[in-house]
C-alpha cells in the first residue's frame, strides 16, 4: 500500500520561508517522478513543482520560480519544498503526489497524500 504523508505546514509572515516534507512508503521512490501542488480555498489546484526519480530534472510553475525549490532524498523517500519570500498569495494546502513515470510529464501522478496547510500573512 503506497503512503505519501506531508508535514511542515504551518502560519508564516509574508517573506518569509518555510519546508513542507513529504515521506513516501510503499514503493520503489527512487523510480517514480514526485510532484507538489497546492489548492487556495475556492481555487482549482495547480502544479508547483515537479522532480525527476533521480532528482536531476526540476520544473517549477512560473509563480513560484526562484523562491521555491523542490529536492529529494532518495535514500530517506522524502521530498521536499523549500519555500522562500513567501507571499500571502502562496496561502494553500499543499500535497505531495507520486507519479507512475521516472520523469514528471511522462506519466501521471496516482498516488497522493492528504495535505499540509501553509497560511502566509501580510
Known amino acids: 500500500q503506497v503512503q505519501l504523508v506531508e508535514s511542515g505546514g504551518g502560519l508564516v509572515q509574508a517573506g518569509g520561508s518555510l519546508r513542507v516534507s513529504c515521506a513516501v512508503s510503499?514503493?520503489?521512490?527512487?523510480?517514480?517522478?514526485m510532484g507538489w501542488f497546492r489548492q487556495a480555498p475556492g481555487k482549482e489546484r495547480e502544479s508547483v513543482a515537479d522532480?525527476?526519480?533521480?532528482?536531476?530534472?526540476?520544473y517549477y510553475a512560473s509563480s513560484v520560480k526562484g523562491r521555491f525549490t523542490i529536492s529529494r532524498d532518495n535514500t530517506k523517500n522524502m521530498v521536499y519544498l523549500q519555500m522562500n519570500s513567501l507571499k500571502p498569495e502562496d496561502t494553500a494546502v499543499y500535497y505531495c503526489?507520486?507519479?507512475?513515470?521516472?520523469?514528471?510529464?511522462?506519466?501521471?501522478?496516482?498516488?497522493w497524500g492528504q495535505g499540509t496547510q501553509v497560511t502566509v500573512s501580510s
Open positions: 503526489a507520486s507519479g507512475t513515470a521516472f520523469m514528471p510529464y511522462a506519466g501521471t501522478y496516482a498516488y
Open positions: 510503499g514503493r520503489t521512490f527512487s523510480r517514480y517522478a
Open positions: 522532480i525527476s526519480g533521480s532528482g536531476g530534472t526540476t
